[in-house]
Protein backbone atom coordinates (compact mmCIF):
# COMPACT_ATOMS: atom_id res chain seq x y z
CA UNK A 1 0.00 0.00 0.00
CA UNK A 2 2.85 2.59 0.66
CA UNK A 3 4.28 2.13 -2.75
CA UNK A 4 0.82 2.74 -4.42
CA UNK A 5 0.80 6.00 -2.44
CA UNK A 6 4.08 6.72 -3.26
CA UNK A 7 3.68 6.24 -7.52
CA UNK A 8 0.14 7.91 -7.07
CA UNK A 9 1.80 10.65 -5.04
CA UNK A 10 4.83 11.37 -7.46
CA UNK A 11 2.21 10.78 -10.62
CA UNK A 12 0.29 13.55 -8.99
CA UNK A 13 3.56 16.08 -8.51
CA UNK A 14 4.29 14.95 -12.39
CA UNK A 15 1.00 15.93 -13.90
CA UNK A 16 1.06 19.36 -11.66
CA UNK A 17 4.40 20.26 -12.73
CA UNK A 18 3.79 19.45 -16.74
CA UNK A 19 0.58 21.64 -16.69
CA UNK A 20 2.22 24.46 -15.97
CA UNK A 21 4.91 24.09 -18.64
CA UNK A 22 3.83 25.28 -22.26
CA UNK A 23 6.02 24.74 -24.69
CA UNK A 24 4.22 26.30 -27.48
CA UNK A 25 4.28 29.72 -26.20
CA UNK A 26 7.49 29.73 -24.63
CA UNK A 27 9.79 31.29 -27.19
CA UNK A 28 6.62 33.92 -27.59
CA UNK A 29 6.56 34.52 -23.97
CA UNK A 30 10.08 34.81 -23.56
CA UNK A 31 11.89 36.66 -27.03
CA UNK A 32 11.10 40.19 -27.54
CA UNK A 33 11.61 41.71 -30.76
CA UNK A 34 13.32 44.28 -32.20
CA UNK A 35 13.03 44.58 -35.36
CA UNK A 36 16.56 45.21 -36.33
CA UNK A 37 18.78 43.94 -38.50
CA UNK A 38 22.38 43.89 -39.01
CA UNK A 39 24.44 44.45 -42.26
CA UNK A 40 26.09 41.66 -44.09
CA UNK A 41 29.21 41.62 -46.21
CA UNK A 42 28.68 39.22 -48.58
CA UNK A 43 32.52 39.77 -50.40
CA UNK A 44 35.02 42.41 -50.77
CA UNK A 45 36.98 41.84 -53.47
CA UNK A 46 39.34 42.80 -56.02
CA UNK A 47 40.53 41.50 -59.53
CA UNK A 48 42.98 43.89 -60.35
CA UNK A 49 46.93 42.58 -60.90
CA UNK A 50 48.56 45.29 -61.10
CA UNK A 51 49.49 47.38 -57.52
CA UNK A 52 52.18 49.72 -58.56
CA UNK A 53 52.45 53.16 -57.75
CA UNK A 54 49.44 55.06 -60.56
CA UNK A 55 47.78 52.26 -60.80
CA UNK A 56 43.73 52.55 -60.57
CA UNK A 57 42.51 48.83 -59.11
CA UNK A 58 38.78 48.70 -58.20
CA UNK A 59 37.58 46.91 -55.09
CA UNK A 60 34.15 45.26 -55.23
CA UNK A 61 31.72 44.90 -52.43
CA UNK A 62 28.52 42.80 -52.22
CA UNK A 63 26.43 43.20 -49.54
CA UNK A 64 22.44 43.42 -48.37
CA UNK A 65 20.62 44.07 -45.61
CA UNK A 66 16.74 43.16 -43.97
CA UNK A 67 16.47 46.80 -42.68
CA UNK A 68 17.03 50.44 -44.69
CA UNK A 69 20.94 50.66 -45.70
CA UNK A 70 22.50 54.44 -44.51
CA UNK A 71 25.76 54.57 -45.80
CA UNK A 72 28.99 52.63 -46.73
CA UNK A 73 32.35 53.43 -44.84
CA UNK A 74 35.86 52.94 -47.18
CA UNK A 75 39.18 52.92 -45.09
CA UNK A 76 42.19 53.11 -47.12
CA UNK A 77 45.16 52.70 -44.70
CA UNK A 78 49.13 53.13 -46.11
CA UNK A 79 51.34 51.59 -43.77
CA UNK A 80 54.29 54.42 -42.88
CA UNK A 81 52.46 57.08 -44.51
CA UNK A 82 49.65 58.35 -42.62
CA UNK A 83 49.18 61.60 -44.61
CA UNK A 84 47.72 59.32 -47.27
CA UNK A 85 44.89 57.24 -45.34
CA UNK A 86 42.10 57.51 -46.96
CA UNK A 87 38.39 57.77 -45.76
CA UNK A 88 35.10 58.01 -47.55
CA UNK A 89 31.56 57.96 -46.95
CA UNK A 90 29.26 56.87 -49.58
CA UNK A 91 25.90 57.28 -49.11
CA UNK A 92 23.19 54.06 -50.38
CA UNK A 93 22.40 53.88 -53.44
CA UNK A 94 20.41 51.02 -54.70
CA UNK A 95 22.34 48.53 -56.86
CA UNK A 96 20.41 45.09 -56.62
CA UNK A 97 21.91 42.13 -58.62
CA UNK A 98 19.27 39.37 -59.35
CA UNK A 99 21.98 37.20 -59.26
CA UNK A 100 24.19 37.81 -56.13
CA UNK A 101 21.10 39.18 -54.92
CA UNK A 102 23.14 41.79 -53.61
CA UNK A 103 23.71 45.01 -53.46
CA UNK A 104 27.20 46.11 -54.92
CA UNK A 105 29.13 49.21 -54.59
CA UNK A 106 32.35 49.68 -56.62
CA UNK A 107 35.23 51.65 -55.59
CA UNK A 108 37.92 53.07 -57.59
CA UNK A 109 41.34 53.74 -55.60
CA UNK A 110 44.38 55.14 -57.18
CA UNK A 111 47.49 53.71 -55.89
CA UNK A 112 50.14 56.37 -54.42
CA UNK A 113 53.64 56.75 -55.55
CA UNK A 114 55.23 54.85 -52.23
CA UNK A 115 58.05 52.58 -52.09
CA UNK A 116 58.00 49.13 -53.72
CA UNK A 117 56.54 46.87 -50.41
CA UNK A 118 54.41 49.26 -48.90
CA UNK A 119 51.28 47.51 -47.11
CA UNK A 120 47.99 48.88 -48.15
CA UNK A 121 44.73 47.72 -46.04
CA UNK A 122 41.38 48.49 -47.21
CA UNK A 123 38.08 47.99 -45.14
CA UNK A 124 34.45 48.73 -45.16
CA UNK A 125 32.20 49.59 -42.95
CA UNK A 126 28.10 48.85 -43.97
CA UNK A 127 25.86 51.13 -42.15
CA UNK A 128 22.09 50.60 -41.40
CA UNK A 129 19.26 53.33 -40.54
CA UNK A 130 18.67 51.34 -37.20
CA UNK A 131 22.55 52.03 -36.20
CA UNK A 132 23.62 48.45 -36.58
CA UNK A 133 27.08 47.63 -38.62
CA UNK A 134 28.72 45.25 -40.20
CA UNK A 135 32.79 44.90 -40.65
CA UNK A 136 35.17 42.55 -40.45
CA UNK A 137 38.47 42.32 -38.58
CA UNK A 138 39.67 39.27 -40.49
CA UNK A 139 43.27 41.19 -42.13
CA UNK A 140 45.76 38.84 -44.33
CA UNK A 141 49.43 39.56 -44.84
CA UNK A 142 49.95 39.63 -48.85
CA UNK A 143 53.91 39.70 -49.39
CA UNK A 144 53.48 38.79 -53.06
CA UNK A 145 51.45 41.58 -54.13
CA UNK A 146 48.85 39.10 -54.69
CA UNK A 147 45.53 40.06 -52.99
CA UNK A 148 44.65 37.30 -50.02
CA UNK A 149 41.79 38.73 -47.85
CA UNK A 150 39.09 38.20 -51.05
CA UNK A 151 36.51 37.63 -48.71
CA UNK A 152 35.83 39.50 -46.11
CA UNK A 153 35.62 43.20 -44.68
CA UNK A 154 39.49 43.66 -45.09
CA UNK A 155 41.82 43.47 -48.02
CA UNK A 156 45.57 43.57 -47.91
CA UNK A 157 48.17 44.07 -50.53
CA UNK A 158 52.03 45.26 -50.71
CA UNK A 159 53.19 47.58 -53.86
CA UNK A 160 55.07 46.05 -56.20
Known sequence: MKNISKILFLGLIAIAVTSCYNDDLWLDEN?????RSTPVIASFTTADGDYSP?????????????????????????????????LRVFPYEE???ALSRTD???????VPNV??????????????????TATLDEVRESPTGV???????????EVE
Do not use: K
Open 31 to 35: AEETG
Open 54 to 86: GSEITLDLRYWSNDSIEQVDFFAQVDGHPELDD
Open 95 to 97: AYS
Open 104 to 110: SLLIDYT
Open 115 to 132: PSGTEFEFQVVVRNVNGL
Open 147 to 157: VQGRDGGVINF
